[in-house]
């Protein structure tokens, strides 16, 4: 889990200070309590479907920026 990906993702407007682990997440923010660590891990899989997403709409950009290349390439042939 990438702890700090899912603060910046869903705690942005929140105080605190983090390290690499849960454990070392400073809460600083006194309106809302500390997320928990089973809180945190359930966030982290959408953060990694919303990355797969991202990864799988920019393959089909290009997949259709290169059939649209080979499209154009085989009426220009016909043509030209």
Known sequence: MDII???VKYFEG?????GDTYESLEWL???TAKPTKG???SLWSNVLKDEMREERNQLLKENQ???FYQTFQ??????G
């Open 65 to 67: 920026i290169i059939k």
């Open 74 to 79: 085989q009426q220009t042939n016909k043509h």
């Open 14 to 18: 929140y105080a605190w200070n983090c």
């Open 39 to 41: 809180h945190l891990e």
């Open 29 to 31: 923010d006194t309106t």
């Open 5 to 7: 990906k899912i603060l």
